[in-house]
């Protein structure tokens, strides 16, 4: 075991070594910039951010909304005819948003939101999903450049009568996951352009373990696991062009976590040999350069108010807080805007994040400086 472990330890050296020449010889700042408020959910390549706002005609309602560089405030995207509210999940990063128009329906004395999942572009406005119709109570989850969507289902296979999440593309049509021996995928949370996903899975053996999985058309679902027997639950959240996937590492036993990236070539590796948080570390990015973004959230929230913290990893800095990256925002102890989480990044390094200010939440993009 410990011949293992040191060749464990060798191997993500080396893997991080081979890695280290992406890297910048110091921490990327950035600039922050308030556009006002709402809840943002994505960042296209242009700087274009989606989002949902409350107006005031109805301040208990969301609407879906972008924020447009050089706008003076949101521009509203509208909902389908009949319901009463909309929201945004996400958009490309060429600019097509994915997203929810809502109606109220009677459920016995109550009444539930029920969302229809619609795309929009400037120029096609609201557009609905042909697969609306067969998965009524579906979820869309992550969308890439060439409008292609991962979701999860609500209706069974045709083939061999099993709920599986799936992958629709225009031309194409619905393909489903197939898991592998004891491994049922959840749905693809990431997406990137050469339609390769990953995402959490099920153990069929173990309800109580979390599996990674890898998947694309060509090489179907592939299983990703943890280098650690400790740190043995591993819950993958993004992925970029290249194909490399990053995420968490999970001690089921006291909760504490690493980061971790994969790739076909080099397979995992931990991030953090000597170290480890209490809070999840849910990265929201790995860009080319394998800097990886994300949010240190406190998933038992020990004090019942820590809210996440959002950070930057790279090879030569590690894990820093965003709050000391930010120029002209006061000292990282006391920042003049805090930021509640990080959202996304853009191929041009622009962060879309929201904060609280004025006891209202914000959409504030973090401009890199050059």
């Avoid at 994505?42 to 972008?66: F, K, L, P, Q």
């Avoid at 694309?216 to 740190?231: L, Q, R």
Wanted: net charge positive; hydrophobic share 35%; aromatic share 10%.
């Amino acid at each position: 075991m410990r011949l293992r472990a040191i060749r464990t330890g060798l191997t993500a050296a080396i893997t991080l070594c081979c890695l280290l020449g992406a890297q910048t010889a110091q921490a990327q700042k950035y600039r922050l910039v308030n556009l006002g408020p709402g809840i943002p959910t994505g960042i296209a390549n242009d700087g274009t951010i989606s989002g949902h706002v409350r107006t005031e005609a109805n301040w208990a309602d969301y609407y879906a909304a972008v924020w447009k560089t050089g706008d003076t405030g949101p521009t509203l995207l509208g909902k389908f005819p009949g319901d009463v509210y909309s929201t945004t999940s996400a958009i490309s990063g060429a600019g097509t948003v994915l997203g929810y128009s809502y109606r109220y329906e009677a459920a016995g004395h109550y009444q539930i939101a029920r969302g229809a999942p619609f795309t929009w572009t400037a120029a096609t406005g609201l557009q609905a999903l042909p697969w609306q119709a067969q998965h009524t109570t579906t979820g869309a989850h992550a969308i890439n450049n060439l409008g292609h969507i991962s979701s999860s289902s609500s209706a069974k296979d045709p083939t061999d009568d099993r709920y599986k999440p799936f992958l629709w593309r225009p031309n194409t049509g619905i393909t489903y996951l197939d898991g592998i021996a004891g491994t049922s995928p959840h749905y693809i949370k990431s997406l990137n352009d050469q339609d390769q996903g990953t995402g959490t899975a099920s153990d069929t053996n173990d309800p109580q373990m979390t599996k990674g999985f890898f998947w694309s058309p060509s090489t179907g679902v592939k299983s990703i696991s943890s280098p650690s027997s400790t740190y043995s639950d591993i819950v993958p959240t993004t992925i970029n062009s290249q194909g490399q996937v990053a995420g968490f590492l999970r001690d089921p036993k006291t909760g504490r976590t690493k980061l971790f990236t994969w790739s076909a070539r080099y397979g995992t590796t931990n991030l953090m040999l000597l170290n480890s948080y209490a809070e999840e570390l849910v990265a929201v990015s790995i860009d080319k350069n394998y800097r990886v973004i994300g949010n240190r959230d406190y998933f038992y929230r020990p004090d019942g108010n820590n809210p996440p913290v959002g950070f930057v990893w790279s090879l030569l800095t590690g894990l820093k807080d965003i709050h000391s990256l930010i120029v002209d925002n006061g000292p990282a102890s006391a920042p003049v805007v805090t930021l509640n989480r990080l959202v996304a990044v853009n191929e041009s390094g622009q962060i879309v994040a929201s904060a609280r200010i004025n006891d209202q939440p914000h959409v504030v993009r973090l401009d890199p400086v050059r």
